[in-house]
């Protein structure tokens, strides 16, 4: 498929597969909301950067520290057996929360390696800081696409 | 690598599993756009059940440990000319944009493993079959987790 667009671009991108690609509509929310989203039964928070071999009763333990841990998701990485490196942990309130992000962010303790925490959900798009969520996305000048083929 | 992830990238990811049966129209999709949204389907018509659509924001983060896991993959690096074709059984769909770079592979079903040893390109199917269980455990964990969230039903089409 030709990787060219027709809207002013001064990057080409290289386009692969025999897939074809979709028009997508990118709906754009009128959220003044910001900040994180809060689950039905609690805040959740994303930590990246965990050792591969790190434990989750161990992870446990000390986010256990900062409040009640409803839920705590370490994926393991089904190719190599071994952790991931990120983990979802779900706390009760807000506050337990915001302070485990605040105590362990960039923190080297658990692993003798930097982990980040974060929260996992926002209430509205990402601001174009760290994504582009810029109007001129380039996906968006994209020929049509051909339809779908029948199998 | 070549494009490794910056964070002015655009990120896009696009999955889909399914065929049409006996069932109907029977799939699993999601997708993180680049404004952070994560929308997750899944349709079967098996004893009448009904589609379940959700979304939700994610945050930076989510989306750069999403682009991380990618890049571990070098799926970037793959082409789908020599795997399997979408057929009767069902097709997959993987479509992947960082920044100036857009895969788009469409394949059959994988059974296990041995689908993928025996195909003429096992090393890149490989790669294909195991990134779709690392992105389905990080959709799964979030939308799991998500299910306990505020999400909210889509009206129209989704997809």
Known sequence: MDGKVSAPTHRVRSSKGRGYFRGHDFDSLDSSDIGPQRSIKGWIILVTGIHEEAKEEHLYNVFQEFGQVNNLHLNLDRFTGFVKGYALVEYERYEEAANAIRAMDGTQELFHQTIHIDWAFGKGPASSGSTTGSKHHNLRSRSRTPPRRQY | ?159
Not at chain 2, 31 to 39: A, I, M, S, T, V
Not at chain 2, 64 to 71: A, Y
């Open chain 2, 1 to 159: 690598m070549a494009a490794s992830s910056s964070e002015g990238e655009e990120f896009y990811l696009r999955y889909y599993v399914g065929h049409k049966g006996k069932f109907g129209h029977e799939f699993l999709e999601f997708e993180f756009r680049p404004d952070g949204k994560l929308r997750y389907a899944n349709n079967s018509n098996y004893k009448n059940d009904t589609m379940i659509r959700k979304e939700v924001f994610v945050t930076p983060s989510v989306l750069r440990e999403c682009r991380r896991i990618i890049n571990d993959s070098e799926i970037m690096k793959e082409d789908d000319n020599n795997w399997p074709e979408p057929d009767r059984v069902g097709r997959q769909e993987l479509e992947i944009v960082m920044g100036n770079e857009h895969i788009s592979f469409t394949t059959s079903k994988i059974g296990s493993l041995v689908d993928v040893q025996t195909s003429k390109d096992p090393e890149g199917l490989r790669i294909f079959y195991y990134l779709v269980q690392q992105l389905d455990g990080l959709v799964y964990s979030v939308d799991g987790l998500t299910f306990l969230c505020n999400f909210r039903e889509t009206s129209g089409i989704l997809f």
